[in-house]
């Protein structure tokens, strides 16, 4: 089973930012955060992830609480290409797979 | 970044026949790869891991007799449904860890494949 909530889904007005809470009360101290996200009919794509520290990249930033139980993915200025299944992840690094909760549906809308 | 790519994209087949489905990384090796089923309106479900040079490890559930998975080179690996139905009809995504750009976790996937039954 995941181990994590996340809510089924959000809106958000395009050049909004959206930010995407996933609540992971259980992770352990050697598991990071990843998201991903996955446009209708297409493989997920890789957006971010972290271990304690905040992360930044061109795609999002990824908030982590720092008892590490809850995190925020927020894209700073959201376009209608945002729409789709936001996937909040944790996991072990590498060599392991990696086990899809149900995700956030972000809908941007102009 | 690396780049996954599946083939066939779509396949459409009779029920008893069998398909099979080519995940090949581009530009890495991968050692490891892992095969995805999704239903429609439902998250991606693992399969199956599979390993360059040895038997793939099944997920509890799947039945290996019936998605057989070879991994015989380092850039690809095939599932092959076997005797499908139209309850095997779903979106299959394979994804690998390029080792190269370090320990980072990262699996990269590709565009997917749809099955569909008749």
């Known amino acids: 089973d995941a181990k994590t909530t996340q809510p089924p889904s959000m809106d958000c007005a395009e050049g909004r930012a959206a930010n995407l809470p996933c609540n992971h009360s259980?992770?352990?101290?050697?598991?990071?955060v990843y998201w991903y996200r996955q446009i209708h009919s297409q493989g997920p794509q890789y957006i971010i992830h972290?271990?304690?520290n905040n992360e930044t990249n061109e795609m999002a930033s990824l908030i982590i609480t720092e008892d590490r139980k809850s995190s925020t993915l927020i894209l700073p200025h959201a376009t209608l290409r945002d729409t789709a299944v936001y996937y909040c992840i944790v996991s072990f690094q590498a060599g392991t797979a990696l086990i899809f909760g149900k995700g956030t549906t972000l809908s941007v809308s102009s | 970044g690396a780049v996954v790519s599946q083939h066939p994209s779509r396949v459409i087949c009779k029920s008893g026949t069998s398909v099979k489905i080519e995940c090949r990384s581009l530009?890495?090796?991968?050692?490891?790869m892992f095969w995805y089923r999704q239903f429609p309106k439902q998250s991606l479900m693992l399969m199956a891991t599979s390993n360059e040079g040895s038997k793939a490890t099944y997920e509890q559930g799947v039945e290996k007799d019936k998605f057989l998975i070879n991994h015989a080179s380092l850039t690809l690996s095939t599932l092959t449904v076997t005797s499908a139905h139209p309850e095997d009809s779903s979106f299959y995504i394979c994804?690998?860890?390029?080792?190269?750009?370090?320990?980072?976790?990262?699996?990269?996937f590709g565009e997917g494949s749809r099955l569909t039954v008749l």
């Open positions: 259980t992770i352990s101290g050697n598991e990071y």
């Open positions: 972290g271990l304690k």
């Open positions: 994804s690998a860890r390029d080792p190269a750009v370090g320990d980072t976790g990262e699996l990269f």
């Open positions: 530009d890495f090796q991968a050692t490891t």
